[in-house]
């Protein structure tokens, strides 16, 4: 490898008239090709090199100009050796500059490697801070048991936090772990309880159930011995009801009775009014064949008289009656209904035998009474 040599900027002439180079200036810069990079001092030469090379390339092109000012009709030829000059110089301006931009080229390989490496080496410690959160939010799941969150506590704990696997990072990590593990210590306290509640609750719903089947058996039994009764309570009302029927057709036939003989009795105090009334006719006849006949003309005009008197009085007597008997329809009417609202009672759906008979005893009183009243309500 060639090694590194100073490299001495180029003279340039003091009195210039046109592009007064000499070839030495453009041997010496040939001489830049063979320059290489091989470590920063090199790379210091190579650069310089190009500096000088474009320095003679700037001033060829500061004084390609200054002769286009002052010599406009020279334009032409002084284009054509500026771009003839430059020419010679840009092969070793390329060659410099290629050398330098593929060491540039190198060392943006370089970087971006070390990028990778630096970016995998991020990447592992982030993968591994990762994991922990991965591991805790995996045990934080509401359907798992307080068995299966411990699992994933041990792998928690079973983590080392060193400063090889997680070097800046190591002050994170600890903090990461210890909440991730606080975290889930709290979930698994959560699912323990949840558990023994659980369990709590199982149990007692177990002896509800069974009470509460010990109490339908119960009431099924009972609901056995209530038909029973029920069936037995239907038939002494059915038997009750049979007894109240025949007792209302009876007391229905006495009030047909009671109609029938109160209708014989006013025929026969009508038939007892007549022969009466005849009676007294006879008398009356038979009282003024007595007198003579000298006063039978006078005494049968007192007789007739009186007979009419008398039948008024009758009349008058019957009207009263009729009269005190308008005045009681109302009251009697009560009755009747008070004696058939007595008659439309019904006893009590009774369980007991004893209550049973008592109540079988009072009906058969009401019944009586209805019948005391319709009598009583007869005679008025």
């Known amino acids: 490898m060639e090694s590194a040599r100073k490299i001495t900027p180029i003279k340039q002439p003091q009195e210039i008239v046109l592009f007064d180079l000499s070839e030495s200036v453009f041997s010496e810069i040939k001489t830049y090709e063979s320059l290489e990079i091989t470590d920063s001092k090199t790379e210091t030469d190579v650069r310089q090199a190009r500096a000088a090379v474009r320095d003679v390339r700037y001033k060829i092109q500061r004084r390609h100009k200054e002769l286009n000012a002052d010599l406009n009709q020279q334009k032409k030829e002084y284009k054509d050796m500026a771009e003839s000059l430059i020419e010679r110089l840009t092969p070793t301006e390329t060659n410099l500059d290629e050398k330098i931009k593929a060491v540039e080229a190198v060392?943006?390989?370089?970087?971006?490697?070390?990028?990778?490496?630096?970016?995998?080496?991020?990447?592992?410690?982030?993968?591994?801070?990762?994991?922990?959160?991965?591991?805790?939010?995996?045990?934080?799941?509401?359907?798992?048991?307080?068995?299966?969150?411990?699992e994933f506590l041990k792998q928690l704990h079973e983590i080392s936090i060193t400063d090889e696997d997680f070097q800046e990072f190591r002050e994170?990590?600890?903090?990461?772990?210890?909440?991730?593990?606080?975290?889930?210590?709290?979930?698994?306290?959560?699912?323990?309880?949840y558990e023994e509640s659980a369990k709590t609750q199982a149990e007692a719903e177990a002896k509800n159930k069974a009470e509460a089947d010990r109490l339908a058996k119960i009431a099924e039994d009972q609901e056995i011995i209530a038909a029973a009764i029920r069936e037995d309570q239907a038939k002494a009302d059915a038997h009750a009801k049979a007894e109240r029927d025949a007792e209302n057709a009876r007391i229905v036939a006495d009030r047909a009775e009671l109609e029938k003989a109160r209708a014989e009795i006013q025929a026969e105090k009508d038939r007892m009014a007549q022969v009466v009334e005849a009676e007294k006719f006879k008398e009356r006849v038979a009282w003024c064949e007595r007198i003579g006949?000298?006063?039978?003309?006078?005494?049968?005009?007192?007789?007739?008289?009186?007979?009419?008197?008398?039948?008024?009085?009758i009349e008058k007597a019957a009207a009263i009656e009729a009269a005190r008997k308008e005045e009681l329809k109302p009251d009697a009417e009560k009755l009747l209904m008070f004696a058939d609202y007595i008659g439309e009672i019904k006893l009590p759906d009774l369980?007991?035998?004893a209550a049973n008979e008592i109540?079988?005893?009072?009906?058969?009183?009401?019944?009586?009474?209805?019948?005391?009243?319709?009598?009583?309500?007869?005679i008025l």
Do not use: C, P, Y
């Open 293 to 313: 006949t000298e006063w039978f003309e006078a005494d049968w005009n007192e007789a007739h008289h009186l007979n009419i008197e008398f039948n008024l009085a």
């Open 359 to 378: 109540g079988m005893m009072i009906d058969a009183r009401l019944r009586e009474l209805v019948t005391e009243i319709m009598a009583e309500v007869e």
């Open 351 to 353: 369980k007991t035998d």
């Open 172 to 193: 994170q990590a600890d903090i990461n772990l210890a909440r991730n593990i606080e975290a889930l210590n709290a979930a698994f306290e959560r699912a323990l309880f």
């Open 107 to 150: 060392k943006e390989v370089e970087k971006a490697e070390r990028m990778a490496e630096e970016q995998a080496r991020l990447d592992v410690i982030r993968g591994k801070l990762a994991n922990i959160d991965t591991i805790t939010n995996a045990g934080m799941d509401a359907t798992l048991s307080s068995k299966q969150i411990d």
